[in-house]
């Protein structure tokens, strides 16, 4: 990790003792995970579900049931298709994904 990304992983963490999910995705940051997620995976859910891709994490038969399957389920979609991001990616849409979607307690 460089001193950047280091420095800004410290601030969200520092800033982020109200969000439970910083202990599941320690390195997740849900602003550059929002990016990511509409740049690299959007397009493909939206083409099957429609509208902004979203309600492939909205539907009522959806299969991230926790924080844990969230993360495994970016992994298996990022594995899946190769599209390449990195541990941070994948813990930062983990972490938008969780705020905007999915709300686990
Ligand atoms: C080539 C198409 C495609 C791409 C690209 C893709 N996905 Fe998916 N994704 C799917 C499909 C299809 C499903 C539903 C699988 C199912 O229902 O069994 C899915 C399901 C998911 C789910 C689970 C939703 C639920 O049911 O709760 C998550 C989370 C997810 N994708 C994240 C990502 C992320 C993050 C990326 C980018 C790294 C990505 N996907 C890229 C096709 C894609």
Not at 57 to 85: D, E, P
Request: glycine residues 8%.
């Amino acid at each position: 990790m460089n001193c950047a990304r280091w420095i800004a992983a410290a601030a969200f963490l520092a800033t982020a003792p109200v969000f439970a999910q910083s202990d599941a995705f320690p390195f997740g940051d849900p602003k550059l995970g929002k990016k990511v997620l509409q740049e690299k995976c959007s397009a493909c859910h939206v083409a099957r579900f429609g509208g902004d891709g979203s309600g492939i994490f909205t539907r009522a038969n959806r299969k991230v049931s926790s924080k844990q399957s969230l993360l495994a389920w970016v992994q298996r979609c990022n594995a899946n298709t190769r599209i390449g991001l990195n541990g941070e990616e994948e813990e930062s849409v983990a972490a938008y994904l969780s705020e905007a979607y999915y709300k686990f307690k």
